[in-house]
Antibody, heavy 118, light 107 residues
Framework: EVQLVETGGGLIQPGGSLRLSCAASGFTVSSTYMSWVRQAPGKGLEWVSVIYSGGATYYGDSVKGRFTISRDNSKNTVYLQMNNLRAEDTAVYYC????????????WGQGTLVTVSS | EIVLAQSPATLSLSPGERATLSCRASQSVSIYLAWYQQKPGQAPRLLIYDASNRATGIPARFSGSGSGTDFTLTISSLEPEDFAVYYCQQRSNWPFTFGPGTKVDVK
């Protein structure tokens, strides 16, 4: 069974850093694209970052230069390092995996809440 | 960045009725458009990819159509479990983007 479990969310002050982890099971994270999608409270979905099987990474404009996506194949885990956090980064962060030959998001974690507030 | 507009914002219907949701892209995305369903407190679920392909396990009452800039998600006969928010998403150009969503609620 494919499963994605996010950890690392919590309350952090503006300007602080946080690292989210996404432990995968039932497949290997290097076999498809893995991404982070966030959803601010009561709002829609925003694609934050993606890492492809070949290692290429992309970021949304709102997080470019502040967030870094990476993966550890030996731990079958994907990470999102978030630096210089802002109030507008407050959201539920979902770890997701590509499916159908990378044509769409086929799997989602349960999400982890990041709250940026003083 | 490709902007996706969804209409209507809210669709109020009764069980058994047909739902027609629209997604319009600011530039052509070819067929590279997906649809997701999200219920309160849950992660989204993939319904349709590449405009018209149903994901595994998705009932046949869900269908997608369109190409270029105009797309439609149709639910032929609403079941009680279909009342939710629906998002379209393009993968033509990075950054991949989602539409703002259409809420289908009970009339």
């Amino acid at each position: 069974e494919v499963q994605l479990v996010e950890t690392g969310g919590g309350l952090i002050q503006p300007g602080g850093s946080l690292r989210l982890s996404c432990a995968a099971s039932g497949f290997t994270v290097s076999s498809t694209y893995m991404s982070w999608v966030r959803q601010a409270p009561g709002k829609g979905l925003e694609w934050v970052s993606v890492i492809y099987s070949g290692g290429a990474t992309y970021y949304g404009d709102s997080v470019k230069g502040r967030f870094t996506i990476s993966r550890d194949n030996s731990k079958n885990t994907v990470y999102l390092q978030m630096n210089n956090l802002r109030a507008e980064d407050t959201a539920v962060y979902y770890c997701t995996r590509g499916d159908y030959d990378n044509k769409a998001i086929g799997g989602w974690g349960q999400g982890t809440l990041v709250t940026v507030s003083s | 960045e490709i902007v996706l507009a969804q209409s209507p914002a809210t669709l109020s219907l009764s069980p058994g009725e047909r739902a027609t949701l629209s997604c319009r892209a600011s530039q052509s995305v070819s067929i590279y458009l997906a649809w997701y369903q999200q219920k309160p407190g849950q992660a989204p679920r993939l319904l349709i990819y590449d405009a018209s392909n149903r994901a595994t396990g998705i009932p046949a009452r869900f269908s997608g159509s369109g190409s270029g800039t105009d797309f439609t998600l149709t639910i032929s006969s609403l079941e009680p479990e279909d009342f939710a928010v629906y998002y379209c998403q393009q993968r033509s150009n990075w950054p991949f983007t989602f539409g703002p969503g259409t809420k289908v609620d009970v009339k």
